[in-house]
């Protein structure tokens, strides 16, 4: 069987540092270890059904192991592999309240937020899931243990970002900000090759992206830009179609490849839901770099830009609205009643 004679992602990071002579190959060896988080979590997905092991925490499985769900295992599976990968200096966890330290010794000058398994309701039915991630270059001084500040940074300032989508392949899609690239798992050869090469999103969209079961709970701008969405206009290619996975990274990422905007506006359903539900620093942030880097935009539905929110705490959320740059626009005006 022939093999793709592509450019492996570790080739194509270490290019990338070449151009930057000062640079250590700290963030390459970073990007390298999660790589292999990813493609360790990767073969546990795909073995998942199998395995018997979703939804059945606190069992033991053939082997006689403790069995994880999936998305506890994708938590521990990043967590202790970058805790002494020796270029950390502290991480957050959507899985975990508090900070994660790493092993002592193991001190480094970069900051890693994840979302290890974002999509979860989707775990148990086999549609698409993903892990996000976010680096930072530590504020506190380098040696010795990270703190909050740390990680408590505007996205602006991420020097690394990205997602692993877990579909009908594993694709790796990241950004050191200059551009967007995307692999492919090959599993035969557990390589990742890319295979999208500075993906621009299309000037044309096609999809929209909400969760429409909380219509009756938004405002009422939201509710009008999505009656605008569905008009029929040739001229803007109107109404789009509606798609909805209902894991942002899968969402995401079909309207980054395929032109389209994705939103999860604030509502009044739950009270701790008033300002959005996805979080800034491990879901909102890492997407809106990777938006902005293929020419998209990224805001808040009050206006914010996302990559300029200060964070308060590990945990935030945000309303976000993601895409093409020209439909968040639009969708401004309709919060701004100029529509
Ligand atoms: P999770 O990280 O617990 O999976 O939650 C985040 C997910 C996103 O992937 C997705 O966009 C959103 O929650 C879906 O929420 P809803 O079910 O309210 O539409
Ligand atoms: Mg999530």
Not at 41 to 55: F, P, Q, R, T, Y
């Amino acid at each position: 069987m022939t093999r793709p004679l592509g450019i492996t992602v570790s080739r194509h990071i270490m290019d990338s540092q070449r151009l930057h002579p000062a640079a250590t190959g700290d963030l390459t060896g970073l990007l390298n270890e999660l790589i292999v988080a990813a493609k360790t979590i990767s073969a546990e997905v795909n073995m998942a059904g199998l395995a018997d092991i979703l939804g059945m925490s606190g069992k033991t499985n053939i082997q006689g192991e403790h069995v994880q769900k999936l998305d506890e295992f994708a938590n521990n599976t990043i967590k202790r592999r970058m805790a002494r990968c020796g270029y950390l200096c502290a991480m957050t966890s959507e899985e975990e309240a508090d900070i994660i330290p790493v092993v002592e010794g193991y001190e480094g000058k970069y900051t890693l937020a994840f979302d290890p398994m974002d999509g979860s309701s989707n775990i148990d039915v086999n549609v698409s899931i993903g892990t996000i991630f976010s680096i930072h270059r530590r504020l506190s001084p380098d040696g010795g243990p990270g703190d909050e500040s740390d990680l408590l940074q505007r996205g602006r300032r991420q020097v690394a970002a990205g997602y692993i989508i877990y579909g009908s392949s594993t694709m790796l899609v990241f950004t050191t900000g200059a551009g967007v690239q995307g692999f492919t798992l090959d599993p035969s050869v557990g390589e990742f090759f890319l295979s999208h090469p500075d993906i621009r999103i299309p000037d044309k969209s096609k999809y929209f992206s909400i969760n429409e079961g909380n219509y009756h709970y938004w405002q009422e701008p939201v509710r009008r830009y999505l009656h605008y969405l569905k008009e029929e206009d040739k001229a803007t290619g109107r109404p789009y179609n509606g798609r909805y996975i209902g894991s942002m990274v899968a969402d995401f990422h079909r309207n980054l490849i395929a032109g389209g905007v994705f939103l999860y506006p604030r509502d009044s359903k739950n009270p701790t839901k008033t300002y959005g539900k996805l979080r800034l620093l491990y879901e909102a942030a890492p997407l809106a770099f990777l938006a902005e880097q293929a020419g998209g935009r990224a805001v808040t539905d009050d206006g914010r830009e996302i990559l300029d929110i200060e964070p308060e705490g590990l945990h935030q959320r945000v309303p976000v609205i993601v895409g093409n740059a020209h439909d968040v626009d639009i969708f401004l005006e309709f919060m701004a009643e100029k529509r």
